[in-house]
């Protein structure tokens, strides 16, 4: 009895003490009281280069994608392709595998 006391206290233990060290590596760091959290943008390394981020920033520039990002908007994603029509997805979902549509199945009813 003893001993499962005692797993049991340090498995609580680590339950509450785990979520706090998880933002000491992270930007963001919980502050007491209804704050929230307080920004330390130098708690993180980037893995991108200047030149990088300012080259993908006159990118966004050039193709208007920072005008609307800068105005709340979705960003616009490039075009896959012309898309199915009714009779091919419907050709397609006839011939495939019952793996496959027991895997489809699966994953559309989420679990």
């Given at each position: 009895m003893n001993l499962r006391k005692t797993t049991a206290l340090c498995v609580v233990a680590a339950a509450i003490t785990l979520p706090g060290i998880s933002f000491a590596s992270s930007e963001w760091h919980p502050s007491g009281g209804e704050a929230g959290g307080?920004?330390?943008?130098?708690?993180?390394?980037?893995?991108k280069t200047r030149a990088a981020v300012i080259a993908e920033l006159d990118a966004a520039r050039k193709d208007g994608t920072l005008a609307i990002m800068q105005r709340g908007g979705a960003i616009p994603i490039k075009?896959?392709?012309?898309?199915?029509?009714?009779?091919?997805?419907?050709?397609?979902?006839?011939?495939e595998?019952?793996?496959?549509?027991?895997?489809?199945?699966?994953?559309?009813?989420?679990?």
């Open positions: 307080t920004y330390h943008p130098n708690h993180v390394t980037s893995t075009s896959t392709g012309p898309g199915k029509t009714r009779e091919q997805v419907v050709s397609e979902l006839r011939n595998s019952p793996e496959a549509r027991r895997a489809r199945m699966h994953s559309h009813a989420g679990g």
